[in-house]
Each structure stands twice: as C-alpha cells, then as structure tokens.
C-alpha cells in the first residue's frame, strides 16, 4: 500500500467505516501487506509521540513541577511497546478466527486480521495525543470508537449473523485487556530493570 492509499484507507474507516468495511471484506491482501503497509506505519505514531512526550515535554504536576523520562527508559518502552503491540495485533486476529465457529462465522486468518489490524486505525491517530501526556485520556475516546470500528466489521468480514456480533465483539475486548495488561506489566518491568541498572554504574 503506497502512502497515497493508506491515507485513503485511514480516511475511510475513520469517517465511511460501513462502506470501507465492504471493500475491504472483498480485498486480497496478506499478512505481511497489512503489516508492513498499515499496522507497522500507524503504530510508529503513539511510539514516537510517546517518546517526546515522556521525555521532552512531561508532565506539569502543582508544586512537584515537571516530571520528564530518562531518554534510555523511554527508548526502551517505544521499542517494546511498539513490538509488543503489533504482535498484540496478530494475537488478538488469531483469538477472532479461532472464536469465529462459536458466533456461526466463518475462520478466516486474513480477514481476522484486516479486521483488526483496520479497527486499530483510531486508536493508532490518537497517539499523538502522547505528545502532551495529559491529553492522552483523549486515546480512550478513540479506543471506544476502534471498538465500534470492530463491532461493525465483524459482520462483512467474519460472516457471522449481525445479531451475534455484540457477543463476538465482547469476548475479544475482554481479550484484549488482558493482553493489554500483560503488555504494561513486561513493559514497565523491562524499563524499570534498565532504568536501575543504568543507576548502579
């Protein structure tokens, strides 16, 4: 995907979800197009806005002052959390087709992964909120609009009946919080270990 199309893509799942959703249900696509094409672009934003936010601009706090990350812990969660949450990503597309059965849809690898790979699209944007820490409860606007994103996917892309899409749509967010807290749990372990050792030499 040339980056004249990937604008068009983010711009037609944001605004036109429903009509983006069925050209992208009939697309041939692999794994590793999505990735390198999409997935691996877009979530380069909240890394590196995260990384500037964290350690040039801080966060204000009264009467503390300024709080700013070491450049070498921040370093450590923008990679880690960049390669952790692609491979988030995969591991949430292959919860969706493993599930796909149970809600009389069809176990499609690809499309699982179109589907979750383009409904991270918000959520993906919204990580230039990082750039000033605070605004980052704004990301939890865009995570709710993903969720929707994925709850209306699901139908064109996994061929389930629309009526089980709510069900389908709730085991995979329980999921992904559970993933989600794995990944602040390794996160924060590795750059916290790194940030002490540095402290000892």
Do not use: H
């Not at 994925?150 to 009946?161: A, D, E, F, R, T």
């Amino acid at each position: 995907m040339d980056f004249a199309k990937l604008i068009e893509r983010v711009k037609g799942i944001v605004l036109s979800p429903k009509t983006e959703w069925e050209k992208i249900a009939a697309e041939t696509t692999d794994v590793k197009s999505l990735y390198v094409g999409y997935a691996m672009i877009l979530a380069a934003i909240p890394a590196i806005c995260g990384f500037i936010g964290s350690t040039v601009i801080g966060v204000s706090l009264p009467i503390v002052g300024t709080i700013r990350t070491g450049v070498g812990a921040a370093l450590v969660q923008l990679v880690l959390g960049y390669v952790l949450g692609l491979a988030v990503i995969y591991v949430v597309s292959l919860i969706v087709t493993a599930l796909a059965p149970t809600f009389d849809g069809q176990k499609d690898p690809v499309q699982a992964l179109k589907l979750v790979v383009y409904s991270s699209t918000p959520v993906w944007l919204a990580g230039v909120f990082s750039l000033v820490p605070l605004l980052g409860v704004l990301g939890i606007i865009a995570g709710l609009y993903g969720l929707y994103l994925l709850y209306i996917g699901l139908s064109p892309l996994m061929k389930n009946p629309q009526d089980k899409s709510i069900g389908y749509t709730a085991l995979i967010i329980v999921c992904y919080i559970v993933l989600a807290i794995i990944m602040g749990v390794v996160v924060a372990a590795v750059a916290g270990t790194g940030a002490a050792m540095r402290g000892r030499f």
